[in-house]
């Protein structure tokens, strides 16, 4: 990654929860989800991600056919590495698992009226009840940066 990252989120919604479920589930697997059942992002614009080593290993699943979302998984490790899309959206979100050393501080949890029965969020960060108007507001200044340039 190059540059800081758009925000650090955990989602709940129901199209992430069963993307994890079925990437926990693919062989060699491996945990995506939080104990809580969310799923931990660090989001980037897509012209600050890059694949150093091994990209050849990826392979992309989606949960609908003709889906423009995609979960990319290391078919070698079963490990999640991150979440993009093949439509205009201008950024992808990389498992926070994923990050080496000190990941981006959680910034807030989203969808959350999705979250599993019974589950109390903790009270670290703010949580909304669908997408917030706070994130909608970081990606659309990562895009404006974009056009800029910077």
Do not use: N
Not at 5 to 27: F, H, K, N
Not at 82 to 92: I, N, P, Q, T
Not at 124 to 139: G, T
């Amino acid at each position: 990654m190059l540059g800081p990252p758009i925000t650090s989120l955990v989602c709940y919604c129901d199209d992430c929860q069963e993307g994890s479920r079925r990437i926990e589930a693919l062989p060699h697997g491996r945990a995506v989800r939080d104990a809580d059942g969310g799923t931990a992002y660090v989001a980037y614009r897509k012209d600050r991600v890059r694949c150093t080593k091994g990209a050849q290993l990826f392979q992309a699943h989606r949960l609908r056919e003709g889906s423009s979302t995609k979960r990319v998984v290391a078919a070698c490790c079963g490990s999640a590495m991150m979440l993009g899309f093949d439509d205009a959206k201008h950024w992808v979100d990389v498992y926070r698992a994923r990050l080496q050393g000190d990941p981006p501080a959680l910034e807030m949890r989203v969808c959350t009226k999705f979250r599993p029965e019974g589950v109390a969020l903790p009270q670290d960060v703010p949580s909304y009840e669908a997408f917030a108007l706070r994130f909608l507001v970081k990606l659309l200044a990562a895009r404006i940066g974009m056009a800029l340039g910077r």
